[in-house]
């Protein structure tokens, strides 16, 4: 079998479109067409089912896919790095929320950056969970940090921790609610406090509100920043309330910058995972980093 014809069906199957195969492998759609057809008729079977957006696998091309991605991703590997030169380091590629990102996984994986024998050169870029997902899939990335799990055999997640949501504000604020009234069945007496979250749709928030009261958030957003470090300032310089990580704002809390306004019995958690490609945890540097992480965040929640 044609490893170029297996090359371009795992780049169709893990970007799900013709279209945007042929443009990560630099051809033409009909020559991934023409790819794809051929596979086909030496296979005897169906590898996709056409559809308006984008094709489908078959239960085949799912099966295949699951057997051939993780070797000839081993053969990248292989092409990229070269057997003889053992003075160049391997990179990284690490995706995953900003923040997170940011604050936590980084500083854990620069200790294992350098010339050791064992280090990696580093490349991070951030996204939102299907944005990264994606990207992993199409092979852009080689470890992912994202809160939902993949559906699929192609994506292998690993539960690295979970986050603690806090609902935050300035002293201020806190004082203007009154005391005693941001309780579960005082949820009200919070509707009329400015709102700072990262997306119109205010998804901290409105997971707070159902996860501990039970109901919707009522104010709508006032103050729409999309990263968390930038909300954490807004809520310090008394924007309005806030659902943020504890990692995040732990030491705002500490310092009395801002104040937790409702301390539930069970705070509401939300989970994050360790994604790779099905099969490249046999590469030592993603190895590495992956089993590092999972040690760090033991430490972290």
């Avoid at 980084?106 to 950056?113: F, G, I, V």
């Avoid at 559906?151 to 979970?162: F, H, N, V, Y």
Wanted: aromatic share 4%; net charge negative.
């Amino acid at each position: 079998m044609d490893l170029a014809l297996l090359r371009t069906f795992v780049t169709v199957h893990r970007a799900g479109s013709f279209t945007r195969a042929a443009a990560l492998l630099g051809l033409s759609q009909p020559a991934v067409t023409s790819q794809i057809r051929t596979l086909e008729r030496q296979l005897g079977r169906p590898l996709f089912l056409r559809q308006a957006r984008g094709v489908t696998p078959t239960t085949i091309g799912d099966e295949l896919a699951h057997k051939a991605a993780p070797h000839l991703d081993a053969l990248v590997e292989i092409a990229e790095t070269g057997l003889d030169d053992e003075s160049s380091l391997r990179t990284l590629h690490l995706a995953g929320p900003p923040e997170f990102t940011a604050e936590r996984a980084l500083p854990a994986l620069t200790e294992l950056t350098g010339e050791d024998g064992q280090g990696f050169a580093l490349r991070a870029s951030f996204g939102n969970a299907e944005e990264t997902l994606e990207g992993l899939s199409a092979g852009h990335h080689d470890l992912a940090i994202c809160t939902a799990r993949p559906r699929g055999a192609l994506l292998t997640a690993t539960p690295l921790c979970d986050e603690e949501h806090v609902l935050v504000a300035s002293p201020e604020r806190a004082e203007q609610i009154g005391p005693g009234k941001p309780r579960r069945k005082g949820a009200p007496a919070l509707d009329d406090v400015p709102v700072i979250e990262v997306h119109e749709s205010l998804p901290f928030v409105s997971r707070y509100w159902a996860s501990v009261f039970d109901s919707r958030p009522a104010a709508p957003g006032t103050v729409i920043v999309p990263d968390l470090r930038a909300v954490l300032a807004c809520a310090v310089a008394g924007a309005g309330l806030a659902v943020l990580p504890r990692y995040l704002c732990g030491d705002a809390l500490e310092r009395g910058e801002i104040v937790a306004l409702h301390e539930p019995a069970v705070p509401p958690l939300r989970t994050y995972f360790l994604v790779v490609r099905t099969g490249t945890l046999a590469m030592p540097h993603i190895a590495r980093a992956h089993e590092w992480l999972l040690r760090a965040a033991a430490d972290w929640c």
